[in-house]
T-cell receptor, first 118, second 111 residues
Framework: EPEVTQTPSHQVTQMGQEVILRCVPI?????FYWYRQILGQKVEFLVS????????KSEIFDDQFSVERPDGSNFTLKIRSTKLEDSAMYFC????????????????FGPGTRLTVL | AQSVTQLGSHVSVSEGALVLLRCNYS??????LFWYVQYPNQGLQLLLK??????LVKGINGFEAEFKKSETSFHLTKPSAHMSDAAEYFC?????????FGQGTELSVKP
């Protein structure tokens, strides 16, 4: 069964450093997402990506964050200068279009990358 | 903006007992609703989804949920809990393609 994969599973970095979190969505999916979950809190939407551009982003997704689909298979989240409060589990998700073509269908999630900023 | 509230951050049941996890949503339009499960050290796995077809939705692992518009609820049930059901469960509503999650309910199953 196809699945979303994410690397690395754990990332430890120093405050102020840049990190890149990588995701390989399900191969025929068209919509891509990043979410994060700070320990003990809700899963929060960060950004959605479709047709090679950001379709929506949350208030959390400020200028320190960027996403890219550098090739036909990877989808990355970059944090330019990490802060302590960026420590969280980051989930990538992907979805296909609905049969009616009216928008994204069910989202399938990867296992997450745990980011620890020291 | 839409929101989701899950009543009870922790629920404990005995093996074989009924599982009931509560979810209420607020939405100004007919919602798409989802339940996801997260096993320890794993990602979010889709259990079931409601997309305005049948109000009683059956999912994987014997779970089902009933959409009740009058109560703005989408509670998750399973008739008989199994030890392997111990996990965190998240209710979510779709808003313009993105998912808005509840705070999660951790289910413990006692032998």
């Amino acid at each position: 069964e196809p699945e979303v994969t994410q690397t690395p599973s754990h990332q430890v970095t120093q405050m102020g450093q840049e990190v890149i979190l990588r995701c390989v969505p399900i191969s025929n999916h068209l919509y891509f997402y990043w979410y994060r979950q700070i320990l003990g809190q809700k899963v929060e939407f960060l950004v959605s990506f479709y047709n090679n551009e950001i379709s929506e982003k949350s208030e959390i997704f400020d200028d320190q964050f960027s996403v890219e689909r550098p090739d036909g298979s990877n989808f990355t989240l970059k944090i330019r200068s990490t802060k302590l409060e960026d420590s969280a589990m980051y989930f990538c998700a992907s979805s296909d279009a609905t049969l009616a073509g009216a928008g994204p269908d069910t989202q399938y999630f990867g296992p997450g990358t745990r980011l620890t900023v020291l | 903006a839409q929101s989701v509230t899950q009543l009870g951050s922790h629920v404990s049941v005995s093996e074989g007992a009924l599982v009931l996890l509560r979810c209420n949503y607020s939405s100004s339009v007919p919602p798409y609703l989802f339940w996801y499960v997260q096993y320890p050290n794993q990602g979010l796995q889709l259990l079931l989804k409601y997309t305005s077809a049948a109000t009683l939705v059956k999912g994987i692992n014997g779970f089902e949920a009933e959409f009740k518009k009058s109560e703005t609820s989408f509670h998750l049930t399973k008739p008989s809990a199994h030890m392997s059901d111990a996990a965190e469960y998240f209710c979510a509503v779709s808003e313009g393609g993105k998912l808005i999650f509840g705070q999660g309910t951790e289910l413990s199953v006692k032998p």
